[in-house]
């Protein structure tokens, strides 16, 4: 098979980028730190619309409904901003939870008889 200029010009490109990024991964490193340091709200911006299609505003109108709380142990987050919680399924957004909330729904995949299990246990064992 012949190569196009097209494409021979593109493999010459990413042969050209790869030996680049090999020979600079400390410069790159440190600039992508750089950026990532200057861009955070950008950065979490971009985050949610992609992740959970919700922006910024819709965030903020979500946190300040719950009044910036846990919308399940109720606890404000001391270490950093509430998790969007969702439904894996659906993708639908749900509420904001803390990491140990958000956390514990992920671990027992959302299955709602599992969590009355160990509410049962802990009943019966404290």
């Given at each position: 098979?012949v190569?196009?200029?097209?494409e021979?010009?593109r493999e010459?490109k990413?042969k050209?980028?790869k030996t680049?990024r090999?020979?600079?991964?400390?410069?790159?490193?440190?600039?992508?730190?750089t950026?990532?340091?200057?861009?955070k709200e950008v950065?979490?911006e971009?985050?949610l619309?992609?992740?959970?299609g919700?922006t910024?505003?819709?965030?903020?109108k979500?946190?300040k409904?719950q009044?910036?709380?846990?919308?399940i142990?109720?606890?404000k987050?001391?270490?950093?901003?509430?998790?969007v919680?969702?439904?894996?399924k659906t993708g639908e957004?749900?509420?904001?939870?803390?990491?140990?909330?958000?956390f514990v729904i992920?671990?027992?995949n959302?299955?709602?008889s599992?969590?009355?299990k160990c509410i049962?246990?802990l009943?019966?064992?404290?």
């Amino acid at each position: 098979m012949v190569k196009t200029k097209q494409e021979k010009k593109r493999e010459y490109k990413n042969k050209w980028n790869k030996t680049y990024r090999n020979k600079n991964k400390e410069i790159i490193r440190e600039k992508k730190k750089t950026y990532r340091d200057k861009n955070k709200e950008v950065i979490k911006e971009h985050y949610l619309k992609i992740m959970y299609g919700v922006t910024k505003e819709e965030y903020n109108k979500m946190y300040k409904k719950q009044g910036g709380v846990c919308a399940i142990c109720r606890t404000k987050s001391k270490v950093k901003a509430l998790s969007v919680d969702h439904n894996h399924k659906t993708g639908e957004v749900r509420k904001l939870l803390c990491n140990k909330c958000n956390f514990v729904i992920g671990l027992v995949n959302e299955d709602k008889s599992i969590l009355l299990k160990c509410i049962k246990y802990l009943e019966d064992n404290i």
